[in-house]
Antibody
């Protein structure tokens, strides 16, 4: 069945750019039926939608994160990526990638990766 | 973009039923049936339990059900079991092709 796996540095310095990749296996990343999304969860807090991308490259981002977010997709590698610029301690969180259906539900999710912003 | 409002915690004994509310606005929950619910156990990724406000994915127990009225969606769990103890989050589509999660509710099975 479809599986997603996040990868990237677990520690990022303040003001730098956080970069994560999600690798999709067991299914197609180029299906017209799905989008692909990033969600984060600060330690002990709730979930926050970061953004979503379609296989064509169309993206939708959380307005609260403004222009700091860039989401891209590489269908040849079956990967999509997240870049979050100018990070601060408030960006410390577990970052999840997930498949998003047309009804805006997410399933399945990756296991998540903790990214800590600290000098 | 404000988080949807959920009670911080609910609790009940095994075998009982509980309902978790998720209150939004006319810009999200009130205007679309694109409401989903997730169960998250400690240290684990969220799991989809309900989509399109009332539909249950294959493999999810029929003890879980969803409903929606006006700006409020609800998740009901009947016949509570110990393994239902977890955090629960709602999510809704909002205008502008964005989406928002709820604040989360901690369910304790006494």
């Amino acid at each position: 069945q479809l599986q997603l796996q996040e990868s990237g540095p677990g520690l990022v310095k303040p003001s730098e750019t956080l970069s994560l990749t999600c690798t999709v296996s067991g299914g197609s990343i180029s299906s017209s039926s799905y989008h692909w999304g990033w969600i984060r969860q600060p330690p002990g807090k709730g979930l926050e939608w970061i953004g979503s991308i379609y296989y064509s490259g169309s993206t939708y981002n959380n307005p609260s994160l403004k222009s700091r977010v860039t989401i891209s997709i590489d269908t040849s590698k079956k990967q999509f990526s997240l870049k979050l610029s100018s990070v601060t301690a408030a960006d410390t969180a577990v970052y999840y990638c997930a498949r998003r259906f047309a009804d805006y539900s997410f399933d399945p999710w990756g296991q998540g990766t903790l990214v800590t912003v600290s000098s | 973009q404000s988080a949807l409002t959920q009670p911080a915690s609910v609790s009940a004994s095994p075998g009982q039923s509980i309902t978790i509310s998720c209150t939004g606005t006319s810009s999200d929950v009130g205007s679309y049936n694109f409401v989903s619910w997730y169960q998250q156990h400690p240290g684990k990724a969220p799991k989809l339990m309900i989509y399109e406000a009332t539909k249950r994915p294959s493999g999810v127990s029929n003890r879980f059900s969803g409903s929606k009225s006006g700006n409020t969606a609800s998740l009901t769990i009947s016949g509570l079991q110990a393994e239902d103890e977890a955090d629960y989050y709602c999510s809704s589509y909002t205008s502008g092709s964005t989406q928002v999660f709820g604040e989360g509710t901690k369910l304790t099975v006494l």
